[in-house]
């Protein structure tokens, strides 16, 4: 039966795996290898960073979801409704025009037979025959400037 | 005895301005200079793809895994608390790396040798055994590889590490305690088990390894 090797044998046939070595051309390939994995390794990890805050965000803002929502439609709604401000300027105009018409003629033709005894007597009387139609009223001032002149 | 103690002044001497240099480049890189990193991985390399390579049998297994345990130290470089040498607080990282990776793949391995140098084929144990079998020295040398290769794999990947630190990587019994982060007399247990089982495997080999 043979005996079984001593501590020194072993170590004597263990020693012979210090010889087990890759080639000069293995490093240049493990180099550059673990060159590419550390740059995608820090690539993912800023990518992981960004998904992890991104989810964190996503975490706290859900709850909150429907009623920001809701009021983001509102706000919509409410600037449709208010309109642009051509719309408005039109819409002002419409409320002048019922305005001038509203006006009661006989208490204005009033108003300016007094205005015309108070004033210089190069006024000409201009309250008769005054039409009170929208776009009118400025014809009048144009007209009794024309007759201030003359 | 004047001798030993002033060779092994020399070795622990040696071995603090390893340390030294190593602490500096350290620094440098936790500063940022990616450059000191490349100048430690180019220095440790070779042992820490050797710990690798014996621990998984694979040389492309072995070469994927050197490089995560590189990436993983760079990435780890604040919690190098400067305890232990650099080189062990690396070495930890490589077996570690290397036993994840077996444990989850313990049902996939594959074997690929790696080269062996021709200084291994002038070895009195080689010339014994190519004399003996009539073998060319080439041939007797990769079959002697395969052997040795085989018998360390069929032990547990612990008692592999601790052979391989021990037999391959010549480190002591405490620096294989800092490495695999147990007792010394843990580390001399497993030591002692695997190295009854390997004498078992490589009985054959009994009469070429005749010490004088």
């Known amino acids: 039966m043979k005996q079984p090797l001593s501590d020194e044998q072993l170590t004597a046939l263990l020693r012979l795996k210090r010889h087990e070595k890759p080639d000069a051309s293995f490093w240049v390939t493990f180099d550059s290898e673990l060159k590419e994995k550390a740059f995608s390794h820090l690539l993912q990890h800023r990518e992981t960073r960004l998904a992890f805050w991104l989810k964190l965000m996503w975490q706290r803002l859900r709850p909150v979801m429907p009623a920001t929502a ?14 642009t401000p051509a719309a408005l300027a039109t819409e002002a105009q419409a409320d002048l025009s019922t305005l001038v018409h509203s006006l009661d ?16 007597q190069s006024i000409r009387p201009l309250t008769q025959g005054i039409d009170f139609s929208a776009g ?14 003359f | 005895m004047a001798i030993t103690k002033t060779r092994d002044d020399l070795l622990d001497a040696e071995a603090s301005g ?21 100048v430690l991985v180019k220095k440790y390399r070779e042992r820490l793809y050797a710990v690798i390579y014996n621990i998984t049998g694979n040389r492309e297994d072995a ?7 590189f990436i993983r130290a760079y990435r780890s470089i604040l919690k190098f608390k400067e305890q232990s040498s650099f080189f062990t607080w690396l070495y930890r990282i490589g077996v570690n790396t290397a036993l994840n ?10 074997f690929s040798f790696e080269n062996i140098d021709e200084e291994a084929a002038s070895s009195e144990i080689v010339e014994k055994l190519a004399v003996k079998t ?34 391959i990587e010549g480190l002591n019994h405490t620096e294989i305690a800092n490495v695999l982060k147990c007792s010394e007399g843990t580390v001399r247990s497993r030591l002692h088990y695997a190295k009854e089982e390997l004498k078992a495997l490589l009985q054959e080999y009994q009469d070429l390894c005749k010490m004088p």
């Open chain 2, 18 to 38: 390893i340390q030294e240099e190593d602490r500096a480049l350290v620094g440098r890189i936790r500063d940022g200079d990616v450059k000191a990193f490349d």
């Open chain 1, 70 to 83: 809701s009021l983001a439609v509102l706000f919509i709604v409410i600037s449709h409704l208010q309109g």
């Open chain 1, 105 to 120: 003629v006989g208490k204005i033709s009033s108003l300016a037979r007094d205005s015309r005894l108070v004033a210089c």
């Open chain 2, 101 to 110: 990776f077996l444990r989850k793949n313990r049902f996939r391995r594959f």
């Open chain 1, 136 to 149: 009118s009223i400025v014809t009048v001032a144009e007209k009794a400037s024309l007759s201030t002149r």
């Open chain 2, 63 to 69: 070469s994927d895994l050197t490089q995560e345990a």
């Open chain 2, 134 to 167: 009539g073998g060319d020295r080439t041939t007797v040398l990769k079959e002697l590889q395969e052997k040795l290769n085989e018998s360390l794999q069929k032990l547990s990947p612990k008692h592999r590490a601790v052979v391989v630190l021990f037999e």
